[in-house]
């Protein structure tokens, strides 16, 4: 198994231009994150989604859009790049069928992003 | 809301010395788990640890340990006779019915030769 994986794993983008992070997983994991995490923090969730379909805002969704069309797949769009969007992104996967996010989560390795 | 600290920013050891980190967290929740992760300076979070609201025993795992106390609101994490490959940024999360994982800023702990 592969796991998380997420492409690119370093990205330079230039202030209004947008892009999307992949996110891929092979655990056939029902729920999905995407989270940031800025230079000496720890992370903060942006979207989440529990299954093909569905998915739902958390802490700081601004700037950000998702879609899940597979149990895979969980792109996270960033329309309209700002610096304050610099950081480095996690993509996130666990199990569980309930309503409570009560599994770990396996993370990818990242991808560093950089708007200026 | 929920919170999670760590108030401890930076710890430094030297090898073989036992270390706590320490997690203080809040939330109204009555039921919610707690979580410690690490992030070796290869940037990957790993999974360590799972803790339901309901289970208070402690949990040992080799030179890991966990004390959960409810009373005090906390989920500290030793680790003894640290070694060089310990060194990492850890985090302490938390969710409860919110579905909200809330991640705690972090402890830096290098562990020297």
């Known amino acids: 198994n592969a796991g998380v994986t997420q492409t690119p794993k370093f990205r330079i983008l230039k202030i209004g231009q947008s892009m999307t992070l992949q996110c891929t997983q092979d655990?056939?994991?029902?729920?999905m994150y995407w989270y940031r995490q800025d230079p000496g923090m720890g992370l903060k969730l942006i979207y989440y989604s529990v299954g093909a379909g569905i998915t739902d805002k958390g802490e700081v969704p601004n700037g950000y859009n998702v879609s899940r069309s597979t149990t895979e797949d969980f792109p996270l769009r960033l329309e309209l790049a700002a610096p304050s969007q610099t950081s480095v992104y996690f993509c996130?996967?666990?199990?569980?069928?309930?309503?409570?996010?009560?599994?770990?989560?396996?993370f990818g390795p990242g991808t560093r992003l950089t708007v200026t | 809301a929920q919170k999670v600290t760590q108030a401890q920013t930076e710890i430094s050891v030297v090898e073989k010395e036992d270390v706590t980190l320490d997690c203080v967290y809040e939330t109204r929740d009555t039921t919610y788990y707690l979580f410690w992760y690490k992030q070796p300076p290869s940037g990957e979070l790993v999974f360590l640890i799972r803790r339901n609201s309901f289970d208070e025993q402690n949990e040992i795992s080799g030179r890991y340990s966990w004390n959960f106390q409810k009373s005090t609101s906390s989920f500290n994490f030793t680790i003894t006779a640290s070694q060089v490959v310990d060194s990492a940024v850890y985090f302490c999360a938390l969710v409860g019915r919110g579905q909200n994982f809330v991640f705690g800023p972090g402890t830096r702990l290098s562990v020297l030769p």
């Open positions: 996130a996967s666990s199990a569980g069928t309930s309503g409570f996010f009560s599994y770990e989560q396996y």
């Open positions: 655990m056939n994991h029902n729920y």
